[in-house]
């Protein structure tokens, strides 16, 4: 007999279920698509779309668009949902700032998004690095609006600040999950330092007049509860959040926190 259909009866495991149709990676290739590529290869540029695995940047490249990874391809932590990997980070790359830049302005892009690994190796966490991509991409793309996507510089109020000074549209930092899971999923975060990172940049942005939105995202499919996802809500409003975004999580390997 079978066992709930994952168990033959040789006791041989069978193939998980197919993905639905709507949930599979898209078609990859095409001339917009081997640009893109061919852009990030030359430039030397990371990508998450790549670093992470995301199954729609097969779709995003065919459109001429690519979320940036500052600062490396490997990551000062573990965390178990995603593909990134961590261990030894590289030396900062001082002429990446320019590089993307660069980049935007050779796709043309009017709104360029922009993340990194986390690097706390680095004193200001590479909040440096982030202020000057952001005053390129606008010296060479006039006109262009930024999103970052940041880290939580290990809860330091300065590097934060350095960010903001730097005047992103928008302000993104990911609180990605419940804060039950935090302990299985980002054993390096706390979710009370990343709800503080987002009232504060709202309080920054608000007492300079409100230009910057500030923004988070969390994912579906880790092992959390629907009431637990609305508490999250409430509290990431109670922080100042303007905007938020929830995304279903695809495990990247068998090695990564299951689909739940």
Request: hydrophobic letters at 35%; charged letters at 30%.
């Amino acid at each position: 007999m079978k066992n709930d259909g994952l168990i033959t009866d040789l006791g041989k495991a069978t193939p998980p279920p197919r993905k639905p149709s709507w949930l599979r990676m898209k078609r990859q290739g095409g001339e917009n698509y081997n640009d893109v590529k061919r852009l990030l290869r030359t430039s030397s540029l990371n990508t998450v779309c790549e670093s992470a695995n995301c199954p729609n940047r097969g779709e995003c490249f065919d459109n001429r668009t690519a979320t940036f990874m500052l600062m490396g391809d490997v990551c000062t932590r573990h965390c178990t949902f995603c593909n990134i990997p961590g261990g030894t980070v590289a030396e900062l790359d001082a002429d990446e700032p320019r590089r993307v830049a660069e980049a935007v302005r050779t796709l043309e892009l009017k709104f360029a998004v922009v993340t990194s690994v986390n690097r706390d190796d680095l004193p200001d966490g590479g909040a440096e690095h982030f202020a000057r991509t952001i005053r390129l991409i606008r010296e060479f793309n006039p006109g262009c609006g930024v999103e970052v996507l940041i880290p939580d510089f290990m809860g330091d109020e300065p590097s934060l600040e350095i960010v903001l000074e730097a005047a992103p549209e928008v302000l993104n930092h990911n609180l990605e999950t419940v804060p039950r899971l935090y302990p299985r999923l980002r054993t390096s975060a706390d979710y009370h330092r990343s709800l503080e990172l987002l009232q504060r940049s709202r309080r920054w942005a608000d007492a300079r007049g409100g230009d910057i939105r500030v923004k988070t995202g969390i994912m579906l499919g880790v092992g959390e509860t629907r009431d637990e996802v609305v508490d999250l809500m409430r509290d990431a409003v109670e922080h100042g959040t303007q905007i938020m975004t929830i995304g279903q999580y695809l495990q990247p390997s068998k090695r990564h926190h299951p689909v739940i």
